[in-house]
């Protein structure tokens, strides 16, 4: 069994050598394939011409970039000489470039482009000890001349390439040597967090704590050789991170796209891609363009899809209690609950049936005629979104894990997908749902999940002293999100356990399951919730700029612009009233839950500010950055 990635990723190779492995855009935009022999043999030149320049095992490397063929070639590379990794994507800051490579004690940086050099030359004085870069794409003469007055050496892509090709002529065996010293618990990356809660952490993760969870994944949702994975999400994160292994475990194949609308949807059609890996804002986008060219179609277009859409939710509320794909949180009868639900299940069935060839087909041909399933990660996916996918027909497994878990903890099963959790807990891992005195909760009782298995991190790269605030010394991780399990071992995600809201009179909020039911308004795109220590809860609306116009053109509304459309008494009454139906006892919140004051933004929340790149709220960043909203939300009347 293999030790390292790079063995595993060998082993593939050996297997199928001229299956495709990439599909990758040229200069014109068309797909072009890289075999697993041309992927291994680009991974052994690359990591020749590294050591040429004196990158060695347990350096830790710095690697800037997006996601792209190259990329996972320097990945690959890195590891079967035993080195590590250090990722971002570009858009990262100059600051956090800066924090990432010094506190890592980076020698060499793997750069994609000009821009991330300049972001380098603006905080040089902070790293003293980076004195090597490499770079994908090439950069302007005085740049490299500034770079070089800096005393840093700058080698091209392909010169590092080519140096390492030459070498191979001679040592033909020096990839596969190197990668057969290493060992499972080797440092592989260092991946730092995003820093929702403060400060990035270096997440230290291990070829095993990957390797553990491809060893099983694969079986478990039914990935087969050749198939196509379409990848759009930053790679330096440790859930695109794990695909790409578990695409090369099962011998299928990554097509790189951008999470673009256009580009997306036009690359689907290219490559006819088995499954779409998300994060859950772009499933919302999707939903959301539908709706979008739902609302511009004629009056009969719009009636038969709402008329559908509802049969669809009924059918599908109805085939997943038949199926027992509903959490059980309290016992009750399989027998009884089958019977309750046979009958409307059979007289909707030929109405959802009819529903698919008029309007879900039509839909579903947008993600490919070969697809299979969307698999979304990286944050809660919406009870709104979750609920349309399913009622037309398109599976998605809803995925749930950590950074310092490598990161997947569970994942819905293909073969029976429970809606509303995020599966059970896989193999090897043990999970606990903890009370607030510690004590350990049974299914259906709310709690902060433990988990402890193979995955967990090593640790936090040079702070033992977080590592043991998560940490504990049997190896138990507190995840500080809070879930329950139900009666068959599913999990529930219900909030933060951080992120919850304390009022003056003592009552608990988790804000998450709030924001997710006001994103569902057509008229609301982002929302936080606030209220800690305050006398009520109040938020920051973001709205749907193209749905508030759109009712504005509807309605005569006069403005002069959008900021001043969203200063409109009518504007705010109609948000008030979207949020007073939306966060309401009939929708299962309590009358403490209730929103009592808002403010409205014109400008939606952005990565690297107010979200992170996993687009989770970044909390801290809010709090501070809307310190005079938010004073105003609170100042007594």
Request: hydrophobic share 40%; proline share 6%.
């Given at each position: 069994m293999a030790q390292t990635i790079a063995q595993m990723f060998l082993e593939m190779t050996a297997k199928q050598p001229y299956a495709v492995a990439q599909l990758s855009k040229d200069g014109d935009g068309v797909f072009k394939p890289t075999s697993y022999k041309e992927l291994k043999d680009a991974a052994a030149s690359f990591?020749?011409?590294?050591?040429?320049?004196?990158?060695?095992?347990?350096?830790?490397?710095?690697?800037?970039?997006?996601?792209?063929?190259?990329?996972?070639?320097?990945?690959?590379?890195?590891?079967?000489?035993?080195?590590?990794?250090?990722?971002?994507?570009?858009?990262?800051?100059?600051?956090?470039?800066?924090?990432?490579?010094s506190w890592s004690e980076c020698r060499f940086a793997i750069l994609e482009n000009e821009r991330q050099l300049k972001k380098i030359l603006e905080v040089r004085s902070s790293m003293p000890q980076l004195d090597t870069l490499?770079?994908?794409?090439?950069?302007?003469?005085?740049?490299?001349?500034?770079?070089?007055?800096?005393?840093?050496?700058?080698?091209?892509?392909p010169a590092i390439l080519e140096t390492g090709k030459k070498y191979l002529t001679d040592h033909p065996d020096f990839y596969e040597a190197e990668a057969a010293k290493g060992a499972?618990?080797?440092?592989?990356?260092?991946?730092?967090?995003?820093?929702?809660?403060?400060?990035?952490?270096?997440?230290?993760?291990?070829?095993?704590?990957?390797?553990?969870?491809?060893?099983?994944?694969?079986?478990?949702?039914?990935?087969?050789?050749?198939?196509?994975?379409?990848?759009?999400?930053?790679?330096?994160?440790?859930?695109?991170?794990?695909?790409?292994?578990?695409?090369?475990?099962?011998?299928?194949?990554?097509?790189?796209?951008?999470?673009?609308?256009?580009?997306?949807?036009?690359?689907?059609?290219?490559?006819?891609?088995?499954?779409?890996?998300?994060?859950?804002?772009?499933?919302?986008?999707?939903?959301?363009?539908?709706?979008?060219?739902?609302?511009?179609?004629?009056?009969?277009?719009?009636?038969?899809?709402?008329?559908?859409i509802g049969i669809g939710e009924s059918f599908a509320y109805f085939r997943n209690h038949l199926l027992g794909r509903y959490p059980r949180f309290s016992p009750r009868s399989r027998i009884l609950e089958i019977v309750a639900v046979l009958v409307p299940f059979l007289l909707l069935a030929p109405l959802w049936a009819l529903g698919n060839i008029l309007v879900f087909k039509k839909i579903k041909t947008k993600l490919g005629r070969n697809?299979?399933?969307?698999?979304?990660?990286?944050?809660?996916?919406?009870?709104s979104v979750d609920r349309f996918f399913d009622a037309i027909g398109v599976l998605i497994l809803e995925g749930y894990g950590l950074t310092e878990t490598a990161p997947i903890l569970g994942v819905r099963l293909k073969t029976h997908p429970?809606?509303?959790?995020?599966?059970?807990?896989?193999?090897?891992?043990?999970?606990?749902?903890?009370?607030?005195?510690?004590?350990?909760?049974?299914?259906?009782?709310?709690?902060?999940?433990?988990?402890?298995?193979?995955?967990?991190?090593?640790?936090?790269?040079?702070?033992?002293?977080?590592?043991?605030?998560?940490?504990?010394?049997?190896?138990?991780?507190?995840?500080?999100?809070?879930?329950?399990?139900?009666?068959?071992?599913?999990?529930k995600i219900t909030g933060r356990a951080k992120d919850t809201i304390v009022l003056r009179g003592g009552e608990n909020i988790e804000p998450l399951p709030i924001e997710q039911r006001l994103a569902e308004s057509a008229?609301?795109?982002?929302?936080?919730?606030?209220?800690?220590?305050?006398?009520?809860?109040?938020?920051?609306?973001?709205?749907?700029?193209e749905g508030l116009l759109a009712r504005a053109e509807e309605n005569s509304i006069p403005y002069n612009d959008y900021e001043t459309l969203l200063q409109l008494p009518v504007v705010k009454e109609l948000i008030d009233s979207e949020i007073s139906s939306l966060i309401s006892p009939k929708n299962g919140f309590k009358p403490f839950e209730r929103i009592f004051r808002f403010v409205l933004l014109p400008?939606?929340?952005?990565?690297?500010?107010?979200?992170?790149?996993?687009?989770?709220?970044?909390?801290?960043?809010?709090?501070?950055?809307?310190?005079?909203?938010?004073r105003w939300l609170f100042a007594k009347d």
């Open positions: 990591a020749a011409g590294l050591k040429a320049i004196g990158v060695s095992r347990g350096d830790k490397v710095g690697l800037i970039a997006d996601n792209r063929k190259e990329w996972l070639t320097a990945d690959l590379a890195l590891l079967g000489l035993g080195a590590a990794d250090v990722p971002r994507g570009c858009d990262a800051t100059v600051q956090e470039i800066s924090y990432i490579l490499i770079l994908f794409d090439p950069a302007d003469e005085p740049t490299l001349q500034e770079v070089k007055i800096q005393g840093i050496t700058v080698y091209p892509y499972r618990g080797d440092l592989a990356t260092l991946i730092y967090t995003s820093g929702t809660t403060g400060d990035p952490k270096g997440v230290m993760l291990s070829h095993g704590n990957f390797l553990h969870q491809t060893d099983y994944l694969p079986g478990l949702i039914g990935v087969n050789p050749g198939e196509i994975f379409l990848s759009v999400l930053p790679v330096w994160h440790s859930f695109e991170r794990i695909l790409q292994y578990l695409i090369l475990q099962c011998g299928a194949t990554i097509a790189y796209s951008k999470p673009i609308g256009s580009i997306l949807l036009a690359d689907m059609q290219a490559v006819q891609p088995h499954w779409f890996p998300s994060v859950p804002r772009i499933w919302e986008s999707v939903k959301d363009g539908i709706y979008k060219n739902i609302r511009q179609s004629s009056k009969i277009k719009r009636v038969l899809f709402g008329f559908f697809f299979i399933a969307g698999v979304s990660g990286g944050g809660a996916l919406p009870g429970v809606i509303g959790t995020v599966g059970p807990i896989h193999k090897g891992t043990e999970i606990k749902i903890v009370g607030e005195k510690g004590e350990i909760l049974g299914p259906g009782h709310k709690g902060v999940i433990h988990v402890r298995g193979p995955q967990v991190m090593l640790g936090y790269y040079k702070r033992p002293d977080l590592t043991a605030r998560i940490l504990d010394k049997d190896g138990w991780l507190d995840t500080g999100d809070l879930g329950m399990l139900s009666y068959d071992g599913e999990i008229y609301i795109q982002q929302a936080v919730v606030l209220g800690q220590d305050e006398r009520f809860l109040a938020a920051l609306i973001v709205p749907k700029q400008e939606a929340f952005q990565p690297g500010r107010e979200l992170s790149a996993k687009q989770e709220i970044k909390r801290h960043a809010i709090n501070q950055l809307y310190k005079k909203q938010i």
